[in-house]
């Protein structure tokens, strides 16, 4: 964790009075100084992405059978003369594009086409550690904090003031002088200046290169910041839009079903006194408090509903009322939005030495973080905070504007900042002047409320249906794997496919894990594709407990190695599932069939992933969950602390393969196996 003060002197020049109330830190860089010279997303090659798709779906032999392999094979042949058209396309599309990537809009209309509602389909939860202090996580003071320093980060981020996300690539950084001379150079390098050094395939501005070289820092992408505040998702027939409000001074509350409007910035774009911001949601908490729970008429299930429905009720809304439209802009326009859950009365606790104590909670925690009480829960916001009367605290994020990297660096400025330099320590005085707020309330009519009602009975169902286990196991963490020289990352997702093998006789089935190409301007993510021939074989160890000891180190080392080379040629966008994906999209937009094997049966089966898996490492976040991406499929969200793991997993009872109980339980005894094998 960072500290703001640390933040000061680290990344520019010292503040004055008023800009130490209002942002962050002020950088060397305009926070965008890096956007024009870092490089286009690359585009793989024919050859390289259909061996890479061949490789990827001979791990899957013992499914799909060698037939279908052998069918893949002779497609890539016969329609190879097509596939180098529609990639001649991309190509031509992708050079027409200069600010971003051939991938990124596409990727954006991808989330704003799906109709699916938002909750138990896309949106993921990220819990925050809760602070050492415990009178800090009180949850209005909490909010407050929270609420304060994000709107220090938007203020920061407006002004062009934050520093530019730099990637640490090296062990020993620059520091002091030669640090400071090296970020003057950069601040005075010009923009635009470009070259394709050995073994790239796209041009790299000097200002990236300088950065590598100089900074051992690599710049990645800062576009998707632009929806990080005052931004929301709009729900519209067939397809969604994104909004970002210029200029709005105030955050968004949800308790007990009602909505809030809080000023937090002045007409001169400053924070208001902090102590009548933590006055201000004392206020709103103790109306909602004092009211009754407004249930069964709150519009926050609408926001969970599929698209469609959802943006025809909104419609109707907006037309029954002038207030009801204005409302719902406050909501669209603030700075973020916070749910304040008095469901939960105490803090979760997670013992990792007593992990059968925590189970409970843990799966409580997912729960209210993941779905929740649909009254007090919005969806389309980009960034949500819920905080708990126990005083713990999550995001959840709208996906189709961005991805976990931006979402981390907001997480790690705004708890940075309130675990090391909270604005508020003490709760606010009785006699303080609150802040301006606002309850904002709906007019509702026959069809507004059949239409909450039905939502309603929608969200309950799906929160029925689904089911979560979590398990830990202690003595397997980053130490260990350190002390073996293996990646926990590429040790983990061997356990997890071993688990999945354990808990199905023996299947194999595609994983999806989610690398970021955020070096590359416009980049998103690539799917790693973690199933490989190696891990396979090593998993089938594991699975059946057929093994020596000699035998399973050198297949979970092969497996691992695999897992790493696969990570890096991601990491540089050398996967082949995004470049299928644009091929595909040309295809579409021209009218052009798309090629069987990029359509066919075997296709679908490599595209359908029972296995979803993703993890964040960060010492501010307690742990983060999504649902199955796939009716019988399982959501996996795994970490490593420093002496321990834990997985948590999650299915929908009505439509699963595999119980989240049995697979956790598998998956650390898989842990267990493995570190017997190396020690």
């Known amino acids: 964790m960072r500290s703001c003060k640390t933040l000061k002197s680290k990344f520019g020049p010292s503040l004055n009075a008023t800009d130490q109330r209002n942002i962050l830190h002020k950088s060397t860089f305009n926070s965008y100084h890096f956007q024009p010279d870092l490089p286009k997303l690359p585009i793989p090659t024919v050859e390289s992405t259909l061996n890479r798709y061949l490789t990827s779906l001979s791990a899957q032999e013992q499914t799909i059978g060698l037939s279908a392999i052998e069918k893949a094979k002779s497609l890539s042949n016969s329609e190879k003369p097509a596939i180098e058209k529609l990639h001649k396309m991309l190509l031509d599309y992708d050079s027409s594009i200069k600010d971003s990537s051939y991938l990124d809009g596409d990727w954006k209309e991808m989330y704003l086409k799906d109709r699916s509602g938002l909750p138990y389909n896309v949106t993921p939860f990220i819990g925050a550690k809760p602070d050492p202090n415990s009178k800090m996580n009180e949850i209005t ?66 200002r990236t290169i300088l950065s590598y070289a100089m900074l051992k820092s690599a710049p990645l992408d800062m576009s998707q910041y632009k929806n990080l505040f005052r931004s929301s998702r709009i729900p519209g027939k067939n397809k969604d839009s994104l909004k970002v409000t210029s200029g709005t001074r105030h955050v968004s509350f949800q308790a007990r079903g009602r909505f809030y409007k809080l000023d937090v910035l002045n007409s001169d774009n400053e924070i208001l006194d902090f102590e009548s911001i933590h006055k201000g949601i004392q206020e709103i908490y103790s109306d909602a408090k004092n009211r009754d729970y407004n249930q069964n008429k709150s519009i926050g299930y609408l926001s969970a509903t599929n698209r469609d429905t959802w943006a025809e009720a909104r419609s109707h809304l907006e037309e029954i009322s002038e207030n009801n439209k204005e409302n719902l802009s406050v909501i ?22 007593d992990f059968n104590s925590s189970v409970d909670d843990v799966k409580l925690m997912t729960e209210t973080m993941l779905w929740g009480n649909g009254a007090s829960r919005w969806w389309d916001k980009s960034i949500s905070w819920i905080v708990t009367e126990g005083g713990d605290a999550s ?45 904002l309330e709906f007019e509702l009519d026959e069809r507004s409320e059949h239409d909450i009602l039905k939502a309603k009975t929608e969200y309950d169902l799906n929160a029925a249906d689904m089911q979560i286990s979590a398990a830990a196991t202690t003595g397997i963490g980053k130490s260990f794997f350190k002390k073996h020289k293996l990646s926990p990352d590429g040790v983990a997702q061997l356990a997890i496919q071993a688990a999945w093998q354990k808990t199905t006789d023996g299947e194999v089935c595609p994983v999806y894990q989610s690398c970021s190409t955020a070096p590359f301007r416009g980049g998103r993510t690539e799917n790693l594709r973690a ?8 998993a089938r160890m594991l699975s059946t407990n057929n093994f020596d000891a000699a035998g399973l180190k050198k297949a979970i080392r092969a497996a691992g190695a695999k ?69 019988d499929g399982l959501g996996v969200g795994y970490g490593f602390f420093e002496e321990s793991t834990m997985c948590n997993a999650l299915s929908r009872k009505s439509t699963q393969k595999v119980s989240p109980e049995d697979f956790s339980q598998a998956y650390v005894d898989t842990l267990r196996q493995i570190k017997t094998a190396l020690e």
């Open 141 to 206: 003071l909490r909010a407050a904090n929270l609420a304060i320093s994000g709107a220090r980060m938007c203020l920061t981020l407006e002004k062009e003031m934050l520093e530019p996300d730099l990637f640490p690539i090296a062990k020993n950084m620059p520091e002091g002088t030669k640090r400071s001379v090296f970020r003057n150079i950069l601040k005075y390098t010009p923009s635009g200046v470009k070259f394709t050094p050995p073994g790239n395939s796209v041009p790299v501005g000097l």
């Open 395 to 439: 995001v959840t994020f709208e996906h189709a504007w961005g991805d976990g990297v931006a979402v981390l660096r907001f997480l790690n400025e705004t708890l940075g900042e309130n675990f090391d330099d909270p604005k508020l320590v003490e709760p606010c005085t009785e006699n303080t002047e609150s802040s301006s707020w606002s309850l």
């Open 563 to 631: 897992h790493a080379s696969l990570k890096n040629e991601a990491q540089m966008g050398q996967g082949f599932d995004r470049h299928i994906f644009g091929m595909k999209k040309r295809a579409e937009q021209a009218g052009i069939e798309v090629p069987e094997l990029f359509s066919d049966d075997t296709f679908g089966f490599m595209s359908h992933f029972n296995l979803s898996t993703s993890t964040l490492d960060s010492p501010i976040l307690s742990g983060g969950g999504f649902c199955p991406v796939v009716p």
């Open 332 to 353: 669209d326009g603030s700075i973020l939005h916070i749910c304040l859950e008095d469901a939960v009365k105490k803090p979760f606790t997670l013992d990792l030495l």
């Open 531 to 538: 199933c490989t021939i190696e891990s396979v074989q090593a």
